[in-house]
């Protein structure tokens, strides 16, 4: 790579929203969420997609990922949501 040239991390792919084909560049980070909330919700993510893009109030599609992924995640970040998940349920490390 030259010296000063800067190269994107990000990942382009197609999806389909409404009958019409996009594209979307994310970072790998949101593709891996997005897989996540497709399986745990049972959707396709051309499904998910077209809901996000549907119910967003930001400006771009890619803008309306990132805060859906945001919130999704902040929900399973309460305390109920970690209970659900079985998350602090094992048993506290004793240190010798």
């Known amino acids: ?7 994107s991390t990000l990942v382009n792919r ?4 409404e009958g019409h084909r996009t594209s979307i560049r994310l970072e790998p980070a949101m593709w891996e969420a997005l897989a ?16 996000i893009a549907r119910n967003r109030n930001q400006s771009t599609l890619t803008a309306g990922i ?7 995640f902040q929900a399973a970040a309460t305390d109920e949501g970690h209970l659900r998940a079985g998350h602090g349920l094992a048993r506290p490390r004793v240190r010798v």
């Open 1 to 7: 790579m030259r010296a000063g040239s800067t190269r």
């Open 14 to 17: 197609n999806v389909t929203v």
């Open 36 to 51: 996540m909330v497709c399986k745990r919700e049972n959707k396709s993510l051309n499904e998910l997609v077209t809901g």
């Open 66 to 72: 990132r805060v859906f992924l945001l919130t999704y």
